[in-house]
């Protein structure tokens, strides 16, 4: 049984946490974040401490604690750090551009993919087989960082793809001859 709900999230100086009813408002150095909270889990703010209490032990609201604990702790994260993810394109003929806020992949279909960078985020591309995305929500850099790796993600014969960096595909064997 998981006890993150019960772990005390620390706000280091220069964040600030606010709540006004389910929104809750942290600001940092980098950004400000806001997300809807569900009302059944209590969350105390006081001496640079945020802790999160549960009225009961149902299926839901045990899962809610932690995951709501989960989601301050991001957040206040984010404001301080940020989050950041690197993909790499794996493959002949493979490579990315950045024009503007468009990130142009040329992947092996017989049209570039144009995909909009979302707002918030900050994509840079240094070389033409690797993209950074970074930003202040870790869901943001995570779900943009999710949409690219699905317009070609690795395929388990050549390894062709794009992966994420640290990422480990597996190469299967193909047909063997007589």
């Not at 301050?72 to 950041?84: D, H, S, T």
């Not at 990315?96 to 990130?103: A, E, M, N």
């Not at 999710?146 to 050549?158: C, F």
Request: net charge positive.
């Amino acid at each position: 049984m998981s006890r993150i709900g019960y772990k005390t999230v620390v706000i280091p100086a220069g964040v600030e946490v606010k709540r006004d009813g389910d929104e809750v408002t942290v600001k940092g150095p980098k950004g400000s974040l806001t997300r809807t909270f569900a009302t059944e889990i209590s969350m105390k703010i006081s001496d640079g401490e945020v802790n999160f209490d549960r009225p009961d032990n149902d299926n839901k609201t045990r899962a809610m604690h932690g995951t709501q604990r989960a989601n301050l702790n991001n957040m206040v994260e984010g404001v301080v750090n940020g989050f950041a993810k690197t993909l790499k394109l794996v493959g002949v003929g493979y490579r990315v551009q950045l024009k503007g806020s468009d990130l142009i992949l040329s992947v092996g279909y017989s049209n570039p993919v144009h995909m909009e960078v979302p707002e918030g985020l900050d994509v840079k591309v240094p070389d033409n087989t690797t993209i950074n995305i970074a930003g202040i929500s870790k869901q943001g850099v995570g779900d943009f960082a999710a949409e690219v790796r699905a317009v070609r993600s690795p395929e388990p014969y050549k390894g062709k793809g794009i992966r994420y960096e640290n990422e480990y595909v597996r190469i299967r064997e193909g047909k063997t001859g007589k």
